[in-house]
């Protein structure tokens, strides 16, 4: 597709588990980002990659959530030992980026619930 | 870091009538302002974007004006269509040549669109 592409939609843990989020940003995009959307709240930054180097991580709420990106591509966030806050859409974003083009394209959102 | 107030939280305007609505930021350094329509279940979707080198732009129906002195940006929408019915969000950034042009979002806008 043309889009940014996320998986799961929506994703259901207990507390404890350790969940995986995918996203396959737009086909070219250097700058991949992700968000985490509270209820009703509007989005807030996590991380940023570059290619494979993920050049900012200041917005992860914890040692417990690790995001990667390892051919440039796909990135793939992951939660450990989730908690009743991990709870939100988690989102993600990709650009050109690097001086290219600032346009960023969200993806459709991944739902996760902690029970 | 960057701050950015919305306003209103909610917004109900008759159809054909005009809808506005304002933002603030607080980091001077920022450069780039988008705004983003959010539909239910859905990622947020680029509408309009300006950046602090021009005072206004305009697209059809939307329009966004940048005050960089009093930091502050609002959305115009005329015309308004039942279809405009969504949350919005303003957003700030600092883009740079190394491309983390992370977003900075507002608290959202419930526009509802009365026919």
């Known amino acids: 597709g043309a889009g940014v592409s996320q998986s799961p939609r929506y994703k259901v843990a207990k507390r404890g588990q350790d969940v995986a989020l995918r996203c396959d940003p737009i086909s070219g995009h250097v700058s991949l980002f992700w968000y985490q959307q509270a209820l009703g709240q509007g989005p807030e930054f996590l991380t940023y990659?570059?290619?494979?180097?993920?050049?900012?991580k200041s917005g992860l709420p914890s040692d417990r959530f690790f995001a990667e990106r390892p051919e440039g591509s796909v990135s793939t966030l992951k939660i450990q030992r989730t908690q009743q806050e991990d709870s939100a859409v988690y989102l993600c974003?990709?650009?050109?980026?690097?001086?290219?083009?600032?346009?960023?394209?969200f993806g459709q959102g991944t739902r996760l619930t902690v029970v | 870091g960057e701050n950015v107030e919305q306003h209103p939280s909610t917004l109900s305007v008759q159809e054909g009538d005009s809808a506005v609505i304002k933002c603030t930021y607080s980091?001077?350094?920022?450069?780039?302002f988008p705004w983003y329509k959010q539909e239910l279940g859905k990622g947020p979707q680029l509408i309009i974007d300006?950046?602090?080198?021009?005072g206004e732009k305009k697209d059809q129906r939307i329009a966004v004006t940048l005050n960089k002195t009093a930091k502050h940006f609002s959305l115009h929408i005329t015309e308004t269509q039942p279809e405009d019915s969504a949350v919005y969000f303003c957003a700030a950034s600092i883009g740079s040549n190394f491309g983390n042009e992370k977003l900075t979002f507002g608290t959202g806008t419930r526009l509802t669109i009365i026919p």
């Open positions: 980091d001077s350094a920022s450069n780039y």
């Open positions: 990659f570059q290619n494979e180097a993920q050049l900012d």
């Open positions: 300006i950046r602090s080198n021009v």
């Open positions: 974003a990709s650009s050109l980026g690097a001086g290219r083009g600032t346009e960023a394209f």
